[in-house]
């Protein structure tokens, strides 16, 4: 595949590109009605001129012609993304979008934002971008909702070609997964995975053991990864925290503490990390935005997590993200914990 830059003479081919895309992927998502208005604009000369060469418009190839086509104007307004119909779900809206950010970066353009569609929202989230609102639009008398996301450009004067993307993990992830979880709960992983090892089993080996099962809280379906250049730089793990009224106090006297500390009905992240060579690069704050969004996805207003009091410059990035205090409890010290003083549980009103 090659991406070479728009001219005049494609605009007839992505016209008749977006056409087909639409009207073949566009009633999973929408009315008839909806569908033959938004294809519609494919076939109105001028405008769609306009719309492919008054941005920087990139247009994947390959020997079987184009594969489909990604805009970006000068103040960071992604005009367009869509890929040809028989093309989906291959990576060329993937290699479409790194090419849009690395164009802003070069350009030293911070912010990019979008008006995705139905269909075309989780390609924008892949990569980060945040939804903030969405508005109602109406073509030829008909009305669709849109969905307004933008993406902050963090400069790297070290890595600026550095791209950040998000997507859930795998089960071949697991060990990468049970390391960054060691790391984000400061020894609690480790105290427990401890107490379930057998004899002279390497604790990491328990962590990816649980990691692999499906169907659970601890599961890597509940993980999200932060990808560098297709290198894993961090992790998030979140869920839906429902309280068990009837369930049994914790008799473990080191983990009773955190049990106490839970916040029903909240899109709980158990935990965060980031490998020590992509941290203070902005990507923390971002997985952090990106459990918001999964948090609005399935149904939850807010949001909660544990913090030690100790760890500071994390306490400080949950107070500077809205996160407020809501109850907190002594740690009981123990040579795996990392930290002393009190857990605090915070929670984030979205």
């Not at 605009?11 to 998502?29: E, I, N």
């Not at 909806?34 to 109105?44: D, K, L, P, V």
């Not at 993980?223 to 008799?251: K, S, W």
């Not at 939850?300 to 500077?320: M, P, Q, T």
Request: proline content about 3%; hydrophobic content about 40%; overall charge negative.
């Amino acid at each position: 595949m090659k991406i070479r830059h728009a001219n005049d003479s494609d605009v007839l081919a992505l016209a008749h590109l977006y056409r087909q895309t639409v009207l073949t992927w566009g009633p999973q998502h929408y009315t008839p009605q909806q569908t033959a208005a938004w294809a519609s604009f494919g076939s109105e000369t001028d405008p769609f001129r306009a719309f492919i060469l008054k941005a920087t418009t990139f247009v994947a190839t390959n020997h079987t012609g184009i594969l489909g086509f990604a805009g970006i104007a000068n103040d960071g307004h992604v005009t367009s993304a869509y890929v040809r119909q028989d093309c989906i779900h291959q990576g060329i809206g993937s290699e479409l979008m790194r090419n849009l950010i690395e164009y802003a970066q070069k350009h030293h353009i911070q912010r990019l934002y979008a008006e995705a569609s139905e269909f075309s929202l989780g390609l924008f989230k892949k990569f980060g971008f945040q939804l903030y609102e969405t508005e109602m639009v109406e073509r030829q008398g008909v009305q669709f909702q849109r969905f307004l996301v933008e993406l902050k450009l963090i400069q790297n004067k070290e890595h600026p070609m550095n791209l950040v993307t998000f997507r859930p993990a795998e089960k071949a992830d697991c060990r990468t997964i049970a390391e960054l979880y060691s790391i984000s709960s400061d020894g609690v992983a480790d105290y427990i995975w401890t107490q379930l090892a057998a004899p002279d089993e390497d604790i990491l080996d328990v962590g990816q053991r649980r990691y692999e099962r499906e169907n659970t809280l601890f599961s890597f379906q509940n993980c999200t990864l932060a990808m560098i250049n297709d290198a894993i730089a961090g992790m998030i793990v979140a869920f839906p925290m429902i309280v068990d009224e009837d369930a049994e106090p914790e008799e473990d006297p080191v983990l009773a503490p955190f049990s106490k500390l839970e916040a029903d009905n909240t899109y709980y992240i158990c935990g965060i990390a980031l490998l020590p060579d992509y941290r203070g690069q902005g990507i923390g704050t971002q997985l952090l935005k990106l459990a918001e969004t999964q948090a609005v996805e399935k149904g939850f207003g807010k949001l909660s997590l544990i913090v030690f009091e100790e760890n500071v410059g994390a306490k400080h990035l949950y107070d500077r993200l809205g996160y407020q205090e809501i109850a907190r409890e002594e740690i009981v010290a123990h040579p795996l914990i990392h930290y002393s003083g009190d857990a605090i549980l915070m929670v984030k009103t979205i």
